[in-house]
């Protein structure tokens, strides 16, 4: 029998570094799950990415047990790292912080296709290249 489902948790936390800190601490203890089991099944999940910010779905079942999915880094993290860059612009229709290539988006929406909505990988560097101009990041060819 297929046990039942309290609730779902989405949270954002840094791969293999995870802590009861918050937000993963309040946002399962309020739930009454047990933290420390979930930060290190998620810590040893997601050992080879360390320090990446890492999306995850918890979900709750009523018996208080729980199993995640974790999911691959936003676009906007990738898109940070494959061309060494601490931040957006703050303003990216005028102040323009770095330039991506084609290829470094197919790279990024081969890698996010699982997670985007999108068929295939043409489909989903529009997306990626839409990520990187809200960011201040021109495309170039």
């Known amino acids: 029998m297929a046990k039942k489902v309290l609730t779902t948790i989405r949270l954002q936390a840094p791969g293999g570094q995870a802590s009861p800190a918050p937000p993963v601490g309040p946002a399962l203890g309020q739930h009454g799950l047990n933290i420390m089991e979930f930060v290190k099944a998620f810590n040893a999940q997601t050992a080879q990415d360390n320090g990446v910010t890492i999306p995850v779905v918890i979900t709750v079942y009523e018996d208080r047990s729980f199993d995640f999915v974790?999911?691959?880094?936003?676009?906007?993290?990738?898109?940070?790292?494959?061309?060494?860059?601490?931040?957006?612009?703050?303003?990216?229709?005028?102040?323009?912080?770095?330039?991506?290539?084609?290829?470094?988006?197919?790279?990024?929406?081969?890698?996010?296709?699982?997670?985007?909505n999108a068929h295939t990988v043409e489909q989903a560097i529009p997306i990626i290249a839409g990520t990187a101009r809200s960011m201040g990041v021109e495309v170039v060819d």
Do not use: C, F, Y
Not at 80 to 102: F, M, R
């Open 70 to 116: 974790v999911k691959t880094p936003p676009a906007a993290v990738l898109i940070k790292q494959a061309i060494n860059l601490d931040k957006g612009s703050g303003t990216p229709h005028t102040k323009k912080v770095g330039q991506i290539s084609e290829a470094q988006l197919r790279m990024i929406a081969e890698k996010k296709l699982a997670d985007l």
